[in-house]
């Protein structure tokens, strides 16, 4: 038992000197945390800000202004244009000069005035309809808010039935703070996936596979000796951009460190699970990482990473029930901003055990048999 | 590229050189196609991973809010808080779940099986009556895409709900006053399908993967395999090695490129306004930075390995973060969008977009195109001049 | 041909320097000052130890580097002016011939065909004459990836000749190939230059390959120790070239390693029963004193082995390693001749083909044991299949009383293992791989630094400890390999081409150790190439197609090439021998 495990420490400790010596190789897997999450952080929001936009204001009246001012006092919008032509309008959009004109028919004011609705008119360009879904909200938005203004400026009633809408975890609905700690889990699983695989694809490769079997090493010692350093490796770079959530982007830490670690270590060992069955397969690196490549990319896309999984069909939401990293973002998220607890992740916590205890199980079988 | 080789001093490169040329370049062109035929792991890259990206972005995924779970509490159904309980059970956006009780709510909020309250108080008809009702909405904020639709759809739901023309009808119509009312026109995809932007930036993935990645594997294998010494040392030029290597997997690229269009003309639906020429035309250009990029890397770093992550950190990563294909480039900080005019994707992704959506719209066209067109120039001299017979 | 004059020498090399820089931002002084030339006509080769720069001058003369400083003209073109002008009108084959695996024999031959603009004309003349040539001719079809490593070797060269080149350059060309492939290129290659007065330059390992040339070049350090006539420096051996009978109970391997170390022997190595002994002239007796010398004629090797001694010794440098024992015990014989590796009935199949069809041997303690046989003859899968890599479809194997396959643990205590290629890890220093294998074989404390100790002073990995395992020079990776497969003190040695495509010297050194582990009582299995090295052998077996053809003393196995003719048969005559009569009722019965 003790000689056992000083194997497996050996060998653990082989694998990480052999990963980390290399100073590209040790960059890449300790600081490419960082960097994604900084870059995700600041790239990947669709929370807009400095959205182009043009007016045809074709009232000119004090309250069409004053319309014209929310949308320019909201920090989202930022006018580029006064048009004087509706054929500008055309010419602006298609040369995405701006993403949204604002037209405002010419009785705005007067029609306000005697307690008709006035319309305003919003013309979006819809090439990425996200965006400009997203920019509709914010011009309703500044709409209601001066349509508050006005009813409080002529002694109007509030409106019969008011929404006090509230958002619980992210009170500002930030896209950051729900991407950040999902990169967590999906930057981990990229990498220990690709180490486990290529590990073991690398020594048989370059024949050092034959020289560890020849050793006493059992099945189990190496395979556990591959997982162990993947996975050490996995905690540091989830460490790595938990650090940049929390002291970087100041996204507050709602749960406990000991559940999320527990729930992560989890996570890691179906990831590497993974990885190493896709080695088993491997004969080569190459193979080993286009595999790889091919098995994260499903994975990464139908995580709820970058679409919600219950807008997707069922049948790909059935997929997504052995997708580990599903698994993983929701803990995440929920340990992180909902504070949860280790009872109420068990949803998420077994299914992870059983894709770690069916890759694991299926990894060591295939390192016996082809052994040829 | 040079028109004409130096004529060869040997006894047979002496009559036709241009025809010796085209025969090794032939030559060459024809044993890549039989490696990108035979060997698996081309044809994962080249065939499987494409076809596995249409079907996940045309399936999968959806920005589309859809389904998602909440929780009405109907403290005491009364006509009013029925009818906003209806109009949420009727809706495509939610799966509804009626319960009585906001404690039960919660319970299912904190167990993640709903994303999102609306809750009706027991007050709510009498308060209605009175003109001063109002509605609690709780949603999880974790994914505030979600939970502004959610508040979004919630609002307009109450708001053209009975309550309001009930409300009015009890006092005098001039004071409750008219209010702005927002109309909106969402140009080139008036049915707010997030396919209709996928799919071109589908487009952009995949002839960043076939044009880039598989490129820097080939090149980056034949130097580890060593069958460049022997090829180096015949009379064929660096300029025909670098011909046979563009042209096949240009070729492939295209045909990725038809598979994406036939895909999201047949399959998807995705209306394409511009003209086909024109858009054969610059996917050629982006094509052929994306290739001489994969060129450019596998023959500075010459190792499979090496050349596969800087590929997908330098073209596949940004093609999909910095190229405004999901994420809208205008709202991110100045730092990151001086960055994104260094990727080449960016100019493909507007391209692409404008021509699916609207149209062959040459304002939008001419610059980009011509940006394309420079970076293609300057990525194909940079490879030329890196790519040299020798193995110093 | 016009372009160079009748009799101008093909190369001309005047003061070429070329150094590179290893990764650790060493400089490395691969050619210093090298000067020579290769007349037109016959066959040059480029020997000495390895790291010497032969690769590096033949990539110079195909234009795939760039020297340093000096001339270098190849068929009386500027070759730093323009590579492209030498490169149309030479034939090249690099060490390791970049055949495209995926393309099939033909497709890889009509590809360089079209390099060359070879018309389809010449190709009706060329292609049957280089088949017949190769005797690749049934496998057109075949992918190349799929080919022996001897077929590869031929398919290379013929892909090399597929036009008629000015001058053929030839990188290690018989490396890694049995001896029954290498004869078959050499006819190829004098062919070449007897029929079409192809000049040819070619570095080898082999120095019988370069005694049959016309012409030598001796590069050691990036230095020229000799250039000419093969016979020039074979007679630099002239009259100190003896052999020696063995005293009676001691077998011609002890009394050569015996021989090593006296500073009157230049080299010595067993040969035909008998021990081959090179002298170094002003040295007293030794022990030599106890030896019927009798004198023979000299050979190329013997002048070799002159020519590096002296090198050595004006480099003040003491090329001979300390005798200290191998084995920290002292020297037992074993009386016993227990069995310890007992092989019977071993069957292997991988689908329909038999890759080991019923091999039946045994080995006893302290014994070396070789087992030889063409490539793909099934030696490394008897081999897997010994070391507990491969499962046999039927048949017994006990290493030590189990089967390895079963054993586990403490069975693979037993063994080490060098494979075929380097194989250890390329990322760690030599140091580090050590390390790891000390733990891996459970090795502890002051036990553990004892054996570090000893590896690193036996195999002089000191100088190296610090160095990444893949950017170790030439000779080094087989000694830290070694080193790595005896930290255990394993009982049981297995070697598996352990010295292909080593220098002479180097497997000199090899033997020294080897021979030192049979007399501690380790059990050694090995398979080479080398037919020279099966003199080392106490028994060998030969394989082919599967099957043991012959098995014996190599004395035994030598009688049986006899019958060809009258000259004492050497081991490879007598290899050639008996694989050609195996496969004489069932010709062309290659295997794969």
Redesign the interface.
């Known amino acids: 038992m003790v000689a056992s495990l000083l194997r497996v420490m050996a060998l653990i400790r082989k694998e990480l000197l052999a990963v980390l010596k290399d100073a590209r190789t040790r960059n890449m897997l300790l600081l490419q945390p960082v960097l994604q999450c900084l870059l995700f952080g600041y790239a990947a929001t669709l929370d807009l800000s400095n959205v182009p936009y043009a007016a045809f204001d074709r009232d000119r009246s004090t309250a069409s202004s004053a319309l014209l001012a929310k949308l320019d006092g909201s920090g989202v919008f930022h006018r580029i244009a006064n048009l004087t032509d509706a054929a500008d309008m055309q010419r602006l959009i298609d040369a995405q000069k701006v993403l949204v004109v604002i037209q405002i028919d010419p009785n705005f004011q007067r029609q306000l005035s005697v307690g008709e609705d006035a319309a305003v008119q919003v013309i979006a360009d819809g090439r990425n309809s996200n965006t400009a879904g997203a920019a509709l909200g914010y011009v309703n938005a500044a709409v209601e808010s001066f349509n508050a203004d006005w009813r409080g400026d002529h002694g109007l009633p509030p409106p019969p039935v008011q929404v006090n809408a509230r958002a619980w975890y992210n009170a500002n609905l930030e896209t950051r703070w729900n991407l950040i700690p999902a990169l967590v889990g999906t930057i981990t699983m990229m990498s220990t996936m690709m180490l486990a695989a290529l590990s073991v694809a690398r020594e048989r490769e370059e024949g050092t596979f034959d020289q560890l079997l020849v050793t006493p090493f059992t099945p189990v010692e190496i395979m556990a000796g591959k997982a162990i350093p993947a996975m050490l490796i996995g905690v540091v770079q989830a460490t790595n951009a938990l650090l940049v959530a929390q002291f970087w982007f100041r996204i507050p830490f709602a749960g406990s460190y000991v559940t999320l670690y527990v729930g992560l270590i989890l996570f890691l060992l179906a990831a590497v699970g993974i990885g190493l069955f896709v080695s088993s397969i491997a004969a080569t690196m190459q193979q080993a990482m286009l595999y790889a490549f091919v098995t994260i990319m499903p994975f990464a896309l139908l995580s709820g990473l970058t679409t919600p999984i219950s807008s997707m069909p069922p049948i790909i939401q059935d997929f997504t029930l052995i997708n580990p990293l599903r698994y993983a973002i929701d803990l995440v998220h929920r340990v992180y901003l909902e504070g949860a607890g280790l009872d109420r992740l068990v949803p998420d916590l077994w299914p992870m055990a059983i894709i770690a205890a069916v890759t694991l199980g299926a990894a060591a079988w295939m390192f016996r048999n082809r052994l040829e | 590229m040079t028109a004409t080789a130096?004529s060869?001093?040997?006894?047979?490169?002496r009559f036709a050189p241009l025809a010796?040329k085209a025969?090794?370049i032939?030559?060459?062109i024809r044993?890549e196609g039989?490696?990108v035929v035979?060997?698996?792991?081309s044809f994962?890259?080249g065939v499987?991973?494409p076809v596995?990206?249409i079907l996940?972005?045309g399936?999968?995924?959806?920005?589309?809010?859809?389904?998602?779970?909440i929780a009405v509490v109907l403290e005491v159904p009364s006509p009013d808080a029925s009818e906003i309980a209806a109009s949420f059970q009727l809706s495509p956006y939610f799966?509804t779940h009626i319960t009585p009780s906001m404690a039960e709510a919660q319970t299912l909020?904190?167990?993640?099986k709903v994303d999102g309250i609306v809750l009706l108080q027991s007050d709510f008809a009498r308060r209605?009556a009175q003109?001063?009702?109002?509605?609690?909405?709780?949603?999880?904020?974790?994914?505030?895409?979600?939970?502004?639709i959610i508040?979004?759809y919630?609002?307009a739901a109450?708001?053209q709900?009975g309550?309001?023309v009930?409300?009015?009808g009890q006092?005098d119509?001039?004071?409750?006053?008219?209010?702005?009312?927002?109309?909106?026109?969402?140009?080139?995809?008036?049915a707010?399908?997030?396919r209709?932007?996928l799919v071109p930036g589908l487009i952009v993935l995949i002839i960043t993967l076939i044009g880039a990645f598989m490129t820097s594997?080939v090149v980056a294998?034949?130097w580890e395999?060593?069958?460049?010494?022997?090829?180096?040392?015949?009379?064929?030029?660096t300029d025909e090695i670098l011909i046979s290597k563009i042209v096949p997997y240009f070729l492939l690229g295209m045909v990725g490129l038809l598979l994406c269009m036939a895909s999201a003309r047949f399959l998807f639906g995705v209306p394409f306004r511009g003209s086909f020429l024109t858009l054969t035309a610059v996917s050629m250009l982006y094509l052929l930075v994306s290739v001489a990029t994969g060129l450019l890397i596998s023959s500075t770093l010459k190792s499979?390995?090496?050349a596969?992550?800087v590929t997908l950190v330098a073209t596949f990563m940004p093609a999909m973060?910095?190229s405004?294909f999901?994420?809208?480039l205008?709202?991110?900080?100045l730092?990151?969008r001086l960055v994104?005019y260094l990727v080449p994707a960016r100019y493909y992704v507007?391209l692409l977009?404008?021509m699916?959506?609207?149209g062959d719209?040459w304002?939008?066209i001419l610059p980009n195109a011509a940006i394309l067109a420079v970076v293609a120039a300057v990525m194909l001299a940079l490879t030329r001049r890196v790519t040299r017979?020798?193995?110093? | 041909m016009a372009a160079v004059a009748a009799g101008a020498p093909v190369i001309v090399c005047r003061n070429l320097h070329k150094h590179f820089l290893r990764k650790t931002k060493e400089n490395v002084q691969a050619l210093d000052d090298v000067s020579f030339e290769v007349a037109r006509g016959g066959l040059a080769a480029l020997v000495g130890p390895d790291g010497g720069g032969k690769t590096t001058l033949i990539r110079l003369a195909a234009g795939l580097l760039t020297a340093d400083a000096g001339e270098l003209s190849v068929l009386g073109i500027d070759v730093k002016a323009d590579p492209q002008a030498v490169q149309d009108r030479i034939g090249y084959m690099p060490q390791r011939f970049g055949l495209y695996d995926d393309l099939s024999v033909q497709e890889n031959l009509d590809l360089y065909a079209d390099m060359h603009g070879v018309s389809a004309a010449d190709r009706r003349s060329k292609y049957p004459q280089l088949m017949e040539m190769t005797a690749l001719g049934p496998f057109t079809r075949r992918l190349a990836g799929q080919l022996s490593g001897g077929m590869k070797q031929k398919l290379g060269l013929a892909c090399t000749l597929v036009r008629s080149p000015e001058l053929l350059l030839l990188d290690e060309p018989t490396v890694g190939v049995d001896p029954l492939s290498r004869r078959e290129l050499w006819e190829i290659i004098r062919g070449l230059v007897r029929d079409q007065g192809v000049p040819v330059l070619l570095s080898t390992s082999y120095l019988d390959e370069a005694e049959r040339c016309e012409q030598v070049v001796v590069l050691r350090e990036g230095k020229v120790l000799a250039q000419g006539p093969p016979k020039d420096v074979t007679a630099l051996a002239e009259g100190r070239t003896f052999m020696a009978t063995p005293p009676r109970g001691e077998t011609a391997r002890v009394t050569q390693t015996g021989l090593l170390d006296d500073p009157a022997v230049i080299d010595a190595s067993p040969e035909a029963g008998e021990v081959r002994i090179v002298r170094q002239p002003g040295q007293p007796d030794g022990a030599l004193a106890r030896l019927k010398l009798e004198p023979t004629p000299a050979r190329f090797e013997d002048g070799f082995m002159v020519l590096l001694r002296r090198a050595a010794a004006s480099d003040n440098q003491v090329q001979k390693a300390p005798a200290a024992p191998l084995v920290a015990k002292d020297v037992v014989i074993p009386a016993d001749h227990e069995v310890v590796v007992e092989v019977r009935d071993l069957v292997r199949r991988f689908g329909a083909f038999v890759a080991v069809d019923k091999v039946s041997f045994e080995v006893r303690r302290g014994e070396i044991f070789g087992l030889l046989g063409p490539n793909g003859a099934g030696k490394t899968t008897t081999f897997r299949m010994l070391c507990g890599l491969l499962s046999a479809t039927s048949g017994t194997l006990k290493i030590a009383g189990v089967d390895l396959r079963r054993g586990g643990a403490s069975a693979r205590q037993q063994i080490g293992y060098v494979a075929q290629k380097f194989s250890l890890y390329a990322q760690l220093t030599v140091a580090e791989n050590l390390d790891f294998f000390a733990s891996a074989y459970g090795l502890r404390g002051a036990r553990r630094r004892e054996r570090i100790d000893w590896a690193m002073a036996q195999f002089e990995l000191g100088p190296v400890a610090g160095l990444l395992g893949g950017q170790l020079p030439g000779g080094y990776t087989q000694r830290l390999a070694m080193a790595a497969a005896l930290l255990h003190e394993p009982q049981i040695l297995f070697l598996d081409e352990a010295t292909s495509g080593a220098d002479p010297m180097a497997r000199r050194e090899f033997w020294r150790r080897i021979t030192a582990l049979s007399q501690a009582g380790v059990t050694v299995i090995v398979t080479t190439h080398f037919m020279t090295e099966a003199e080392y052998c106490d028994r060998i077996a030969i394989m082919d197609s599967g099957r043991v053809l012959a098995q014996g003393t190599p004395a035994e196995i030598r009688a049986r090439g006899a019958t060809k003719s009258d000259r004492q048969p050497t081991m490879e005559d007598a290899f050639i021998a008996v694989i050609e009569e195996a496969r004489r009722p069932a010709p062309h019965e290659q295997a794969a």
Do not use: C
Request: aromatic content about 8%; overall charge positive.
């Open positions: 130096p060869p001093r040997g006894s047979q490169g010796a025969r090794r032939w030559a060459l044993k039989r490696q035979r060997d698996p792991s994962a890259i499987v991973l596995m990206l996940l972005f399936y999968g995924m959806s920005l589309d809010v859809k389904h998602v779970p799966e909020m904190l167990s993640g209605a003109g001063d009702a109002s509605v609690q909405l709780v949603v999880n904020g974790i994914d505030g895409n979600t939970a502004r508040e979004a919630a609002g109450i708001a709900s309550v309001r009930a409300a009015e006092g119509g001039a004071a409750v006053g008219g209010q702005a009312v927002v109309e909106n026109q969402l140009w080139f995809n008036s707010y399908d997030s209709y932007f594997m294998r034949e395999r060593g069958t460049f010494e022997a090829l180096f040392v015949t009379p064929v030029r499979q390995f090496l596969s992550q973060m910095l405004g999901i994420y809208d205008r709202s991110v900080p730092a990151i994104s507007s977009q404008t699916f959506l609207a719209v304002s939008v017979k020798s193995l110093g």
